[in-house]
């Protein structure tokens, strides 16, 4: 498999590790290999941390997903990544990002790298789950918020 899961850095200690975050990890530590590609524009993370317009936290999440959409995926061929991941970093990637994963979708839990993943579970049929791996290799899966039906929407409104 090209991907094997979704991970914070905090809960990924070893793998085939791959940031999607716009620095490639090195605020949190991490200096491993990274596809920036994949990482919000400054203006979008600038935004949704800031919220000028007091926005609620379900319309400033949404409001996230539907720039995020447009701006990296709306014209994305999922297939296309797929390959470009599995010649740039093999197979069994770990995509990662900093927040921690949680069950409900708000502003602390939610993080890019699982609407990418929710949005090639879509596109793709292909499961990514998110999990933890220790630094012996151990992986255990953890249970998160699931966007498919915000990003289904998105699909049908553009």
């Given at each position: 498999?090209?991907?094997?899961?979704?991970?914070?850095?905090?809960?990924?200690?070893?793998?085939?590790?791959?940031?999607?975050?716009?620095?490639?990890?090195?605020?949190?530590?991490?200096?491993?290999?990274?596809?920036?590609?994949?990482?919000?524009?400054?203006?979008?993370?600038?935004?949704?941390?800031?919220?000028?317009?007091?926005?609620?936290?379900?319309?400033?999440?949404?409001?996230?997903?539907?720039?995020?959409?447009?701006?990296?995926?709306?014209d994305l061929n999922p297939n296309e990544l797929m390959s470009t991941f599995k010649e740039?970093?093999?197979?069994?990637?770990?995509?990662?990002?900093?927040?921690?994963?949680?069950?409900?979708?708000?502003?602390?839990?939610?993080?890019?790298?699982?609407?990418?993943?929710?949005?090639?579970?879509?596109?793709?049929?292909?499961?990514?789950?998110?999990?933890?791996?220790?630094?012996?290799?151990?992986?255990?899966?953890?249970?998160?918020?699931?966007?498919?039906?915000?990003?289904?929407?998105?699909?049908?409104?553009?």
């Open positions: 498999m090209i991907i094997k899961g979704t991970s914070c850095y905090a809960n990924a200690k070893n793998g085939n590790l791959v940031s999607i975050t716009g620095d490639g990890g090195n605020a949190w530590g991490f200096y491993g290999n990274a596809y920036k590609k994949m990482s919000p524009r400054l203006y979008l993370w600038e935004y949704y941390d800031q919220n000028p317009d007091n926005l609620s936290e379900k319309e400033l999440i949404d409001w996230y997903i539907k720039e995020f959409y447009n701006l990296r995926l709306k740039k970093f093999g197979e069994d990637i770990i995509l990662l990002c900093h927040e921690l994963p949680g069950l409900e979708i708000n502003k602390e839990h939610f993080c890019h790298r699982r609407l990418l993943a929710d949005w090639i579970e879509l596109e793709t049929g292909i499961i990514v789950p998110e999990i933890s791996i220790d630094e012996s290799g151990k992986e255990t899966s953890e249970e998160i918020y699931d966007l498919k039906p915000r990003i289904k929407k998105l699909i049908k409104k553009y």
